[in-house]
């Protein structure tokens, strides 16, 4: 659409072309769509590592690194004896209880933090400090002085995801837009609703990242606690067939309890994140 011109020198509003083009919804891609198109990416992708993983398999010895039939089949005979649930609901278990001592803690000095300047400037070194110690630090401490039982795996758990916790709801907070705030007691809105409506979706996003690193520190500290210390739980099974030098069981036990975090990650966390943010738009087409 070309631009004109009256006789007076003036441009003519209906001849003015627009210099970005409104997407249609021919133009957009169906949440349907975009789901399955993210099923079948993270199909694809599982699929490239099992295959570098079986040609990386074909110029070792099976002593270095087994192929992922022998494991996966190692796996499943794992999962034929009572044995593998008792030490996979161990360690899930542990995992669990850590977390929700960590979300707790971690929501209370998180919030401490943001809302208070006070609080901020008493409690980031604290933070700062507990989340650089190694988490192995915490599996001893723990162990030495609450013994060889779960409440030493518990804990151990707990003090390490906190601070990962706290700074992120501590980021979240300080984050949150004020103009948002100030448009809500424009509005009238009750506290209440301030506080529902506006307060907790924008801090949910770093929650739910919170909740993300605190699980993958989880399981790590869980398994250096079993380790090192206890006679059950994935990690003990793990110190057992190393002591064997057994690389075929090191990986099958590793593989399940990966696959039982892929589970907590795509059938919990993953759809508990979409409820919750459903009311964001989506930067992708």
């Known amino acids: 659409m070309s631009t004109g011109t009256t006789g007076t020198g003036e441009v003519t509003a209906g001849d003015v072309a627009p210099v970005v083009q409104v997407a249609g919804k ?17 199909a694809l992708s599982l699929l490239s590592l ?22 996966v089949a190692t796996m499943i005979d794992n999962l034929g004896e009572p044995e593998t649930y008792v030490d996979l609901g161990t360690t899930v278990y542990r995992v669990v209880a850590g977390m929700l001592i960590a979300v707790a803690a971690g929501l209370v000095i998180g919030l401490i933090m943001g809302l208070s300047k006070f609080g901020e400037e008493f409690l980031d070194s604290w ?18 002085w609450f013994g060889l039982n779960d409440v030493a795996a518990v804990v151990a ?59 993958g520190l989880a399981w790590k500290i869980a398994t250096v606690v079993e380790l090192i210390g206890l006679s059950s739980g994935v990690g003990y099974q793990l110190g057992y067939w190393f002591g ?12 399940m309890f990966t696959i039982v975090l892929l589970l907590i990650e795509f059938v919990i966390l993953k ?15």
């Open 127 to 144: 933070v700062l400090v507990a989340f650089t110690v190694p988490s192995v630090v915490y599996g001893i401490l723990a162990i030495l």
């Open 50 to 71: 099992v295959v570098v993983w079986f040609v990386a398999s074909l110029f070792l010895s099976p002593n270095v690194l087994p192929g992922p039939v022998t494991v």
């Open 244 to 255: 064997l030098f057994n690389m075929t069981q090191v990986l099958a036990w590793t593989l």
């Open 26 to 42: 021919a133009d957009l891609v169906t949440p349907e769509r975009r789901s399955w198109r993210g099923v079948w990416l993270r």
């Open 157 to 215: 758990i707990g003090v390490t995801a906190t601070p990962a916790v706290a700074i992120n709801m501590w980021q979240g907070v300080k984050a949150i837009d004020l103009s948002l705030i100030r448009m809500g007691r424009a509005f009238h809105f009750s506290r209440a609703s301030i506080l529902r409506k506006l307060v907790v979706p924008q801090v949910i996003p770093f929650l739910l990242a919170a909740l993300r690193y605190a699980l």
């Open 271 to 285: 759809p508990t994140e979409y409820w919750l943010t459903r009311w964001r738009p989506s930067m992708q087409n």
